[in-house]
């Protein structure tokens, strides 16, 4: 195998016809350009330099070759050009995993600007609960996960926030609590409650909220779906934490000093996969469109 550099030294000597010139032109030693070339050299088989006084000449070998290297740093430099070239191309396919809150509340805009922007790209979105998207990232099944944030971190996952997003605590308009000026968190906890799944960041936040004063909220449905949560909470089956996008004028906001609930949304990928240059641009997209904490 010839050395890139062995090769790439032997034309700048042949141009220059010294080795100290060809090492100041390459950024290096004298003693370094003499070791490249006796390397090529020793590879080829054959003398490509005669060295008489302080002058260097090709030989018949070196003579011959000197076309044949010139060719091949062209097509190296070809090659570079055209990697950079497909490097600033968006297109290829993205895999993006998110939320059905997220997906109908928050990437809409970007979603159409990525499209107008990059229409050689192609988005393919799986709509799951951000638990799941999670896991799509961490498995390789999706390059990006737009989700809620996980307050855990973990060093394989890259996550950055981009929107925040306050949780409301609601009831229904013939809630006992409705008409309080205040609510506490031991007036709360002894009331009904509708909220996500276990497993789900959110979920995890509130307990996490009620847990620090030594309390549990008292759950009676649980149900990942933010919109049948509101539906819930109007037909008066509890209170629940919903972001403000869900809040109507059918629902009642408590002022609860006590419990201030945000959840964190953005963007993940894995940290050993190379992002492509559609994730990268999507990324930014986001970050313009949303607020960036």
Same mark, same amino acid.
């Given at each position: 195998?010839? @050395?890139?550099?062995?090769?790439?030294?032997?034309?700048?000597?042949?141009?220059?016809?010294?080795?100290?010139?060809?090492?100041?032109?390459?950024?290096?030693?004298?003693?370094?350009?003499?070791?490249?070339? !006796?390397?090529?050299?020793?590879?080829?088989?054959?003398?490509?330099?005669?060295?008489?006084?302080?002058?260097?000449?090709?030989?018949?070998?070196?003579?011959?070759?000197?076309?044949? !290297?010139?060719?091949?740093?062209? @097509?190296?430099?070809?090659?570079?050009?055209?990697?950079?070239?497909?490097?600033?191309?968006?297109? $290829?396919?993205? *895999?993006?995993?998110?939320?059905?809150?997220?997906?109908?509340?928050?990437?809409?805009?970007?979603?159409?600007?990525?499209? =107008? @922007?990059?229409?050689?790209?192609?988005?393919?979105?799986?709509?799951?609960?951000?638990?799941?998207?999670?896991?799509?990232? /961490?498995?390789?099944?999706?390059?990006? $996960?737009?989700?809620?944030?996980?307050?855990? =971190?973990?060093? /394989?996952?890259?996550?950055?926030?981009?929107?925040? @997003?306050?949780?409301?605590?609601?009831?229904?308009?013939?809630?006992?609590?409705?008409?309080? &000026?205040?609510?506490?968190?031991?007036?709360?906890?002894?009331?009904?409650?509708?909220?996500?799944?276990?497993?789900?960041?959110?979920?995890?936040?509130?307990?996490?909220?009620? $847990?620090?004063?030594?309390?549990?909220?008292?759950?009676?449905?649980?149900?990942?779906?933010?919109?049948?949560?509101?539906?819930?909470?109007?037909?008066?089956?509890?209170?629940?934490?919903?972001?403000?996008?869900?809040? &109507?004028?059918?629902?009642?906001?408590?002022?609860?000093?006590?419990?201030?609930?945000?959840?964190?949304? $953005?963007?993940?990928?894995?940290?050993? *996969?190379?992002?492509?240059?559609?994730?990268?641009?999507?990324?930014?997209?986001?970050?313009?469109?949303?607020?960036?904490?």
């Amino acid at each position: 195998m010839i @050395d890139i550099a062995e090769l790439l030294t032997f034309i700048k000597v042949a141009e220059t016809g010294s080795f100290s010139e060809a090492g100041d032109q390459l950024f290096v030693t004298q003693p370094a350009i003499s070791k490249r070339v !006796a390397s090529l050299e020793n590879s080829l088989g054959v003398k490509l330099f005669d060295r008489i006084g302080r002058q260097v000449q090709l030989t018949e070998a070196g003579i011959r070759l000197l076309p044949k !290297a010139r060719k091949m740093a062209e @097509d190296l430099q070809d090659i570079k050009r055209s990697m950079t070239l497909q490097m600033q191309d968006v297109s $290829g396919e993205l *895999r993006i995993s998110t939320g059905h809150h997220i997906g109908l509340h928050r990437l809409p805009k970007s979603l159409k600007r990525f499209q =107008e @922007d990059f229409p050689s790209a192609h988005l393919e979105i799986e709509f799951v609960q951000s638990e799941e998207a999670y896991q799509d990232v /961490l498995k390789g099944r999706a390059e990006l $996960g737009i989700i809620t944030l996980s307050n855990k =971190e973990n060093p /394989l996952i890259e996550s950055l926030p981009i929107w925040s @997003d306050p949780l409301t605590c609601v009831v229904s308009k013939d809630h006992p609590l409705a008409h309080y &000026d205040n609510v506490s968190l031991i007036e709360l906890a002894q009331h009904a409650c509708v909220l996500p799944n276990k497993n789900t960041f959110t979920r995890q936040i509130a307990e996490q909220a009620f $847990g620090k004063q030594g309390l549990k909220p008292q759950v009676r449905m649980n149900t990942n779906n933010l919109e049948t949560l509101a539906m819930l909470v109007n037909i008066g089956w509890g209170w629940s934490l919903l972001p403000s996008t869900l809040v &109507d004028d059918r629902l009642v906001v408590l002022n609860l000093p006590d419990l201030n609930v945000e959840r964190k949304l $953005g963007v993940i990928h894995h940290k050993q *996969r190379t992002l492509s240059r559609a994730a990268i641009a999507f990324i930014e997209l986001l970050k313009s469109d949303g607020t960036s904490l």
